[in-house]
């Protein structure tokens, strides 16, 4: 199984891209994750020829067998994450896909409205989408010095968001540990 990661989040090692990067640690075993890192070089769509960082992130999609997103931790989405949204839609690089979301706020409000707005663009794309909205504070040290996650609740949560992504039988090791 292949999942491709997606972070809606331009700024580097923000919590979202770092959450995003700790959910791929906690993929069960034999599964790859590949995080697709061309937001930030991603065009507005217009008809023609497909410009090469959409044609990358279409690619992946196309050899993906499920997303895994962050939304952000505010309740706009990028204009770069709508052009990427809009390339996968018009080219139906979401048709089906299995689609899960993680968004993380320090306010309740900023996470759920985040990714209802997602949850509406992915669903109007033809995606399948799961997901939970995770209130946390980015504050607070989540992360150990490798990037793993190290609070319990927060694994708990991030493997149940997994959980509804990738299948029982190929979960079922990693959680029982």
Request: proline fraction near 7%; glycine fraction near 10%.
């Amino acid at each position: 199984m292949k999942i491709i990661g997606i972070a809606a989040s331009l700024h580097e090692g923000s919590f979202i891209n770092r959450l995003l990067e700790a959910a791929g640690g906690e993929l069960p075993e034999g599964v790859e994750f590949t995080v697709w890192p061309g937001l930030r070089e991603i065009p507005p769509y217009e008809a023609g020829p497909v410009p090469a960082s959409a044609r990358e992130l279409l690619r992946l999609l196309a050899a993906g067998d499920g997303v895994l997103m962050t939304a952000p931790e505010h309740s706009l989405l990028p204009a770069e994450l709508m052009y990427a949204l809009d390339w996968m839609s018009v080219r139906d690089g979401l048709s089906g896909k299995h689609v899960a979301v993680m968004s993380a706020s320090a306010r309740a409000c900023g996470a759920m409205w985040a990714q209802a707005e997602l949850y509406k663009q992915l669903q109007s794309a033809g995606a399948v989408v799961m997901g939970a909205e995770l209130v946390i504070s980015p504050a607070c040290p989540h992360f150990d010095k490798d990037g793993h996650l190290t609070a319990p609740g927060l694994r708990d949560q991030v493997r149940a968001v997994i959980g509804q992504l990738c299948p029982a039988e190929v979960m079922e090791p990693a959680l029982s540990l």
